[in-house]
């Protein structure tokens, strides 16, 4: 495990982490979704193009999980984190598409000590995730919580 080198004191709104694109494949879209997805577009070229999605499209929850890994080797595997009560939205806003390239930024929106919890934090996130185009495939937001540098954790 890396040395912790984010506290709650480190997560000021506004703050930007910008994480490595991720080219996505064909083969890596339909084991995903054969997994599970299962629907038509997700699983061949030609349902997807016979959809709206224009071809072979990533399932949401297939960005979702890369932009969970992109979360985690940007800033969770460094982080004090104490994990997430959940996530407030999440919009898929175009296709990925095989060979699409997937980078993107987290930003703090908001950040309070837990009156109820002393040495916690919570974090509010959001994640853009775009493509190689520059284009806005998934938005999300969710809080995060995280011990604080000098705290007391109980």
Not at 13 to 31: K, N, S
Not at 56 to 76: E, P, V
Not at 84 to 96: A, L, M, Q, T
Not at 109 to 131: C, D, F, I, Q, Y
């Amino acid at each position: 495990m890396p040395e912790i080198q984010y506290w709650f004191e480190d997560f000021t709104p506004g703050r930007a982490f910008h994480h490595t694109p991720r080219t996505i494949t064909a083969d890596e879209i339909v084991l995903f979704a054969k997994d599970f997805d299962p629907q038509p577009f997700h699983l061949s070229e030609e349902a997807g193009k016979a959809s709206i999605l224009g071809g072979l499209s990533a399932s949401g929850w297939h960005t979702c999980s890369i932009a969970m890994r992109q979360f985690f080797d940007t800033i969770l595997q460094f982080t004090a984190g104490e994990g997430s009560p959940g996530v407030d939205f999440v919009e898929w806003r175009k296709p990925v598409l095989a060979g699409d390239a997937l980078g993107g930024t987290i930003t703090v929106l908001e950040s309070r000590a837990l009156k109820s919890r002393p040495g916690l934090g919570m974090v509010k996130l959001r994640h853009e995730t775009t493509n190689q185009r520059g284009e806005m495939v998934m938005t999300m937001e969710h809080p995060f919580m995280v011990r604080l540098r000098e705290g007391v954790f109980a």
